[in-house]
């Protein structure tokens, strides 16, 4: 395995009270008088001002990627079939932040217990699927029970995708900003340790939220960092490729880059800069995202798995499962 280090206006939320569905599903859909601003309506207003905690850490050695490699007990790449075969603990709850279907969020917690309250720091782990309503949260769940067996809470949201109402841009940023403010109303969370990871199209989704982490912070949700696996991060280029999910990025954006270049701009995380600390994982061997996105974002520490293809990132019994543990805690760790 091959790791290679490269150095290259929001609105207020009002949220209402956690209704119980039953045991384990709560409503955080705000009754019809409270209604939130989307971010994307105040992105040209003056930023929150925010004290970035800029990542100073030196990337794994030699010895690591051995260990890494040897914890891994499948051949790289996988196909999406074999994550979609893993079986995987159910959540421990199930929250809806609003009144469509995909509109909930799924909460896994570390240990045996089915209610929060042990103070977990909490990974937002955003799925991929191209955008597309036929790819849903399911795939990663997973990959979210086994991150919850490593000590982390992880808030996995649905949200809307193209093929479904208010699915593509902005309605499925809205619907993740929605999401991860939702974290507010969930009890026993440690919120000042929250970081976001999001995988492929997720990951597109995961660095867009990273930008409103001062929104975020005026609510005590305190984003440390971010990690992309596979993460599309320059969608004006992504849009112009010829791939599966490259054709769908003008479905998603609402047009090509020539049609709506506003889109494109809010929405890139190449456009957007960096934001938070952020580490990029990437296989050499992705068919569907080149490993050039990974290098579209400047200042973003990367990070290259020798022979690992596109859904190698999302399974845990691969090494890069071990990368990606390792990635996490590297962003929980205090400023030197």
């Known amino acids: 395995m091959n790791l290679n280090l490269w ?23 705000p ?39 040897a914890a891994g007990s499948m051949t790289m790449p996988v196909a999406f079939s074999d994550v979609e075969a893993l079986p995987a603990a159910a959540a421990a709850a199930e929250y809806r932040y609003g009144a469509a279907p995909s509109q909930f969020a799924r909460l896994w917690l570390p240990g045996v217990s089915a209610e929060p309250g042990n103070g977990s720091p909490v990974i937002v782990l955003i799925h991929g699927g191209c955008w597309l309503q036929r790819y849903d949260l399911v795939h990663v769940s997973s990959l979210a029970a086994a991150l919850a067996a490593r000590g982390f809470a992880v808030w996995v949201p649905e949200y809307r995708r193209v093929g479904e109402d208010g699915g593509g ?10 999401a991860i403010m939702s974290l507010q109303v969930v009890p026993g969370l440690d919120l000042q340790q929250v970081l976001l990871a999001g995988h492929s199209a997720g990951g597109q989704l995961a660095l867009w939220a990273a930008s409103q982490a001062p929104a975020f912070a005026s609510h005590n949700i305190i984003v440390q960092g971010v990690v992309g696996l596979a993460a599309i991060t320059d969608l004006e280029a992504y849009a112009r490729g010829s791939n599966s999910c490259e054709k769908v990025t003008p479905q998603f954006m609402g047009g090509t880059p020539e049609q709506v270049p506003e889109h494109y701009a809010t929405a890139s995380p190449a456009e957007l800069g960096l934001q938070l600390p952020t580490i990029l994982v990437h296989g050499s061997a ?15 520490e ?18 890069a499962f071990q990368v990606l543990v390792a990635a996490l805690n590297r962003l929980l760790e205090p400023a030197p």
Not at 171 to 176: H, L, P, S
């Open 31 to 69: 009754p019809p008088s409270i209604v939130y601003n989307s971010p994307l309506n105040f992105y040209s207003r003056d930023r929150v001002s925010m004290s970035i905690r800029l990542c100073s850490v030196v990337l794994f050695g030699v010895l690591f990627s051995r260990i890494a490699l």
């Open 302 to 319: 990367v990070i290259n798995i020798e022979g690992a293809g596109h859904f190698d990132l999302i399974h845990p019994h691969i090494a």
């Open 286 to 300: 992705d068919p569907l995202v080149s490993p050039a996105q990974a290098h579209a974002l400047v200042g973003a």
């Open 169 to 178: 841009w902005p309605g499925t940023a809205d619907d993740v900003y929605a």
């Open 7 to 29: 150095r290259e206006g929001w609105g207020q939320v009002s949220l209402c009270s956690i209704h119980a569905v039953d045991a384990t599903k709560r409503d955080l859909t």
